[in-house]
Structure formats: structure tokens, C-alpha cells
């Protein structure tokens, strides 16, 4: 039995493929294309290991998937692979169109073309699962109810945009072909291997730095916080017993503001590494908001635990603290990807506010 896993390099694609080789030994096929965001030492536990099969590659490649797909013959695919950072959206959407819409249109073409072709029980056994984000329901008040997965769609970034339309993608090739699809829409990730554009691991690695720590506008921006081993938990959950056709919403149950966050990053920071020059808060620095910055996000998880009986297990207090502690420990795999470009990005994004 195989999985393959696309972009399962990348933050929440990596810590997936390492937490579902923990708990099967069901082989993985792993495509990724190692953009600046792809790291192979976030696999480095698995070199070695029989059951991880890396394959560097795109989703837009059709002849490779379909090489794959015939090689491998997956019972299931999970589709990480996606550009995901709004602030990247907005200097340079195209990279967005081509991986987020191109890429998952390529890739059902050709999930299409192989679960056609199984034998009947094989058939019924597919499944094809699409990771997306909440950023695709827009902008919610500050009384507003959280997202439901019947909210409708409200993309306000390049990114949100290119998100929803590779979720109409796929439900369209449910509802055209019968492809056996499943749509889980996440809050916030946090955690290992989180690339330092983010706002936690960004905030992270400048305070260790003695660099500003950047807060848009007022930061106020209100987000839910999900830690990254129960999203990996709750995609699982989903492929084994989610219904064909359905969303999933997965949320942390914590909605916290920008500005909450980075003082609570602080506060473990002085407690876990204080520095000489005082309390890190005192680099937090307001520049000029980005356009079309969202106010609100919020995630109504109610169907995901009614339906499949998932929680999160973590706390953000929880959560954090592993994550602090994580980078903390792993400073050489922070200092191998804050590379020229990383450096460069930051100028580009940062330098003008």
C-alpha cells in the first residue's frame, strides 16, 4: 500500500510524511519540487528508510505524475504542494496560478486518469485529498460567527484567490468525473520547520538576532492558531473516515491577535534564552500594513470532531512552547535557510515599511 504526498518537503507536507511514517509502515511517495520553501533536511530522519520515496519533481509535470501514479499505483493522494504565503502573493501572484491552480488541475487530470483505470474495490478504496487554507472564506467582523464549510468564498489575496480556485477544482472533478475527493480547509500552522517568512518563526529567529520584530499596522489582525502535529492528526483522520465529496474545517479553537502572539513569543523566549540586553520586547516594531490585509479568520471545527472525533490535542500554551523550544535546538537547520535569498525576500518586503 502507498500514499503519495505532494510537496511533502514543505512545513506542513514534511511533518506529515514524518508523522505518518511514525505510525504505519504504509510507503510514501514524495513529490516535491524544493522551491525555496522545500527543505530535504526536514526529511533527514527518514534517510535510509525504504518506506520514503523522495522524487523531486512538479505538479505541473503530467508525464511524471503519470509515471508515478502507474509505478507506484497510490490508494490515496494528499496535496500539499502550494506557493502559501500572502505577503509572496503580492510582489509576484504568477507563481501562484502556476502551482496552486496549474499544478492541482494537472494533478487531478492525471489522479483522474489512474483511478479510472483500477479495478473496481481499488477504485472505491481512492481517495484524493486537497489541503487548503480558511484564508479562502475572506475577512470576518470582529462579532462575526467562525467559518463554516458552507461560508461562502471571499478571497481578498492573490494567494486566497489561487487557494479557492483549486478548491472549486476539485469539487468540480467530484461533481463532473466521480473523482472520490476530500477538501480540508486549515487555520493558521505553527511548529517544526515552519520557513522564517511566517509570522511565529520570523519573529523566532529575528529576537535570537536582535533584529526588529515587525507587527503590521496595529496588530490587531485576529487569527486561529493550529500546531502542526494536529493538523497532521486531523488530515489523517479525514482520509480514513472522512465522507467523499466534503470539507473539513480543522482549527486550533484559538483565535489570539498578531500582537498577542509575538509578546507571548517573547515572553518564552526571555524565560527560555533571555538576553543581556533586556526583554525582547522591546524590538516588536509596527510598520505600514499590507494591502488587503485580512482582518479576521476564525474556524468553526464543530463538524470535524461531530462527524470523525477529532480534537486538537495541543494548547497554543502548549504548542508554542514546543515550538520555541524546537528552534531553540535546531539552530543549524534555521542558519542553513536563511540563505541570500531568504535575506533578499526579507529586504524586498520589509525594508520600504
Not at 522551491?35 to 526529511?43: C, D, E, F, I
Not at 486518469?113 to 489541503?131: I, N, T
Not at 470576518?140 to 467559518?147: E, G, H, M, N, V
Not at 510598520?287 to 472525533?309: C, F, M, N, S
Request: with cysteine; aromatic share 10%; net charge negative.
Amino acid at each position: 500500500m502507498t500514499v503519495l504526498v505532494t510537496g511533502g518537503a514543505g512545513f506542513i507536507g514534511s511533518n506529515f510524511v514524518l508523522d505518518w511514517l511514525a505510525q504505519s509502515d504504509e510507503t510514501v511517495v514524495n513529490l516535491d519540487a524544493l522551491t525555496y520553501a522545500g527543505n530535504r533536511r526536514n526529511l533527514a530522519a527518514l534517510d535510509g528508510d525504504a518506506r520514503h520515496v523522495f522524487v523531486h519533481g512538479d505538479v505541473v509535470d503530467r508525464a511524471l505524475l503519470d509515471r508515478l501514479l502507474a509505478e507506484h499505483r497510490p490508494r490515496a493522494i494528499v496535496h500539499f504542494a502550494a506557493e502559501s504565503h500572502v505577503d509572496r502573493s503580492i510582489h509576484g501572484p504568477g507563481a501562484f496560478m502556476k502551482t496552486n491552480v496549474e499544478g492541482t488541475f494537472t494533478l487531478l487530470e492525471a489522479a483522474r486518469a489512474h483511478w479510472s483505470a483500477l479495478e473496481a474495490d481499488a477504485k472505491s478504496a481512492f481517495r484524493f485529498h486537497h489541503v487548503s487554507t480558511d484564508e479562502v472564506y475572506g475577512s470576518l467582523a470582529a462579532d462575526a460567527p467562525a467559518f463554516t464549510e458552507t461560508h461562502p468564498y471571499e478571497p481578498n489575496s492573490p494567494y486566497s484567490a489561487s487557494k479557492a480556485a483549486s478548491d472549486h477544482l476539485v469539487r468540480a472533478w467530484h461533481h463532473t468525473y466521480g473523482l472520490p475527493v476530500l477538501t480540508s480547509n486549515c487555520s493558521n500552522n505553527y511548529g517544526p520547520f515552519h520557513f522564517p517568512e511566517k509570522l511565529i518563526p520570523l519573529m523566532i529567529v529575528n529576537a535570537l538576532a536582535g533584529k526588529p520584530l515587525p507587527i503590521y499596522g496595529d496588530g490587531q489582525q485576529v487569527r486561529d492558531w493550529l500546531y502542526v502535529g494536529d493538523h497532521c492528526s486531523a488530515i489523517r483522520a479525514v482520509l480514513a473516515r472522512g465522507r467523499v465529496g466534503e470539507t473539513y474545517n480543522i482549527g486550533g479553537w484559538n483565535e489570539q491577535t498578531n500582537k498577542q502572539i509575538v509578546h507571548q513569543v517573547c515572553a518564552l523566549l526571555d524565560e527560555l534564552r533571555p538576553s543581556a540586553e533586556g526583554p525582547y520586547a522591546r524590538l516588536i516594531t509596527h510598520v505600514t500594513d499590507r494591502p488587503g490585509h485580512d482582518r479576521r479568520y476564525a474556524i468553526d471545527a464543530r463538524k470535524i470532531e461531530r462527524e470523525l472525533g477529532w480534537r486538537p490535542a495541543e494548547t497554543f500554551a502548549s504548542g508554542i512552547r514546543k515550538t520555541v523550544q524546537w528552534y531553540l535546538e535546531h539552530g543549524d537547520w534555521v542558519a542553513d535557510v536563511l540563505s541570500g535569498g531568504y535575506r533578499d525576500w526579507v529586504a524586498t518586503n520589509y525594508n520600504a515599511r
